[in-house]
């Protein structure tokens, strides 16, 4: 008969910290995947709620104060601000990898697709 034992401080901080790490890259993969192919599922579908909705609508809707506005839109600012520097390093990443001739080709990919998506 053997006994089960409960992981040790230092398994569980691995543990959950695998587990998140795991959650926000499919949460980041989601979002980079909007970012890269917006087009590609405009059948009529239900859009999500938090990237619909602006914050005059949700500080009606939810009744915020205004200091939760403020915080809110903050956060937002946060978050923009953050997407904007990991797509930035994305592509500095990816320019390191590729020659000369595929970094011109690859910026020229990048122009011709921001100019469909708008």
């Known amino acids: 008969m053997s006994t089960a034992t409960l992981p040790r401080p230092a398994?569980?901080?691995?543990?959950?910290?695998?587990?998140?790490?795991f959650l926000c890259g499919g949460v980041l993969g989601a979002m980079v995947m909007?970012?890269?192919h917006p087009g590609m599922h405009t059948a009529k579908q239900a859009t999500p709620v938090g990237l619909?909705?602006?914050?005059?609508?949700?500080?009606?809707?939810?009744?915020?104060?205004?200091?939760?506005?403020?915080?809110?839109t903050s956060i937002l600012d946060d978050f923009g601000h953050y997407y904007e520097n990991l797509l930035a390093d994305g592509n500095t990443?990816?320019?390191?990898?590729?020659?000369?001739?595929?970094?011109?080709?690859?910026q020229k990919l990048l122009r011709?697709?921001?100019t469909k998506s708008r």
């Open 34 to 36: 909007s970012y890269v």
């Open 52 to 72: 619909s909705v602006s914050i005059s609508e949700w500080k009606s809707e939810l009744q915020l104060s205004d200091e939760q506005v403020r915080q809110l």
């Open 11 to 21: 398994e569980k901080t691995a543990i959950v910290s695998l587990i998140l790490v």
């Open 112 to 114: 011709e697709h921001r």
């Open 93 to 106: 990443r990816i320019l390191q990898v590729l020659t000369p001739e595929q970094q011109t080709r690859y």
